[in-house]
């Protein structure tokens, strides 16, 4: 019992360290154009839908994580909620790698259209910062054997991961009429 307990508290501080380096590592990365330092770059232009495909696994990697652990299935649980982290990192490294050899894509709807993907835009970036520690949190927790504490941030934790994963596909399939070829 002591052991799980110093694996929670070894991991808090990393934790939270990562949760703040993240968002503010990723803001400056994005504000960065590796051509505005004489950097010969080509433009990543291939990579949205990639990464855009990579959030829609994400989204049905986890509905099957959590379809395994209620059936039962612990081990499964286990590969794919590690797969998920995976496919999140890689979007994340992706991401990044487009948004400094790319300029960025103004939407171009009108009215409604508009507002409703700027509310879906805004929710997920906020949501998208938010789920890093819990998702952290989640998995530690895990790794404790703490499975009662795991399971009651986990019925947070899901819908967060679920809806920045869909909404990533859902910014993507709203912007990508807009995007230079």
Known sequence: MEQTNSLE?????????????IPVVVALLFSIKLKDFGIPVTPLHFLPPIYATINGI?????????????SGNR??????????????????????????????????????????YFFILITHIILSIA???LVLITYVRALAEKF????KIAKITFPIWLYVAVT????Y???APYYVK
Not at 96 to 114: C, L, N, P, Q, W
């Open 9 to 21: 508290q070894k991991f808090s501080k990393p934790i939270i360290a990562i949760s703040i380096l």
């Open 58 to 70: 994400t989204a049905l990697v986890l509905i099957a994580a959590v379809l395994a652990i209620k």
């Open 75 to 116: 081990k499964r649980h286990e590969q794919l909620m590690t797969t998920a982290i995976v496919l999140s990192v890689g979007f994340l490294v992706m991401y990044v790698a487009y948004h400094m050899t790319t300029d960025s894509t103004k939407f171009g709807g009108e009215g409604i259209i508009r507002g409703t």
């Open 131 to 133: 789920v890093i520690p």
């Open 148 to 151: 009662d504490k795991h399971k």
């Open 168 to 171: 990533g596909v859902i910014v």
């Open 173 to 175: 399939f709203m912007i």
